[in-house]
């Protein structure tokens, strides 16, 4: 069975930091491509990062003012995101998406993936 499972949200005051962690299982993830996406109360879910598994090329949202590293590890199939600089209005749930056809693309269409994760929260908050 393909699965994508996150991993690492909590609780964190203002200031601090996480790393998300989406752990494949069923595929491997080498020939993907993978979205980090994030949605907020109330709001629409939303690509912040992705990143190509093939050759390694990243995009992030304009946005985020370098905030946010996408990341692999090939040998454990898991791919991470760290986000800095954590504010209350980074709170949301965060998806990782994985794209069998490996063409990296920066977009907000959901349907674009083909497997997804069931999110982790990140709240901020003090």
């Known amino acids: 069975q393909m699965k994508l499972v996150e991993s690492g949200g909590g609780l964190v005051q203002p200031g601090g930091s996480l790393r998300l962690s989406c752990a494949a299982s069923?595929?491997?993830?080498?020939?993907?491509?993978i979205g980090w996406f994030r949605q907020a109360p109330g709001k629409e879910r939303e690509v912040v990062s992705c990143?190509?598994?093939?050759?390694?090329?990243?995009y992030y949202a304009d946005s985020e003012n370098g905030r946010f590293t996408i990341s692999s590890d090939n040998a454990k199939n898991t791919m991470y995101l760290q986000i800095n600089s954590l504010e209350p209005e980074l709170t949301a749930v965060y998806y990782c998406?994985?794209?069998?056809?490996?063409?990296?693309?920066?977009?907000?269409?959901?349907?674009?993936?083909?497997?997804w994760g069931q999110g982790t929260q990140v709240t901020v908050s003090s």
């Open positions: 998406a994985a794209d069998s056809s490996g063409v990296l693309a920066m977009t907000d269409d959901l349907s674009w993936y083909d497997y």
């Open positions: 990143i190509s598994m093939i050759d390694g090329t990243t």
């Open positions: 069923g595929f491997t993830l080498g020939s993907f491509s």
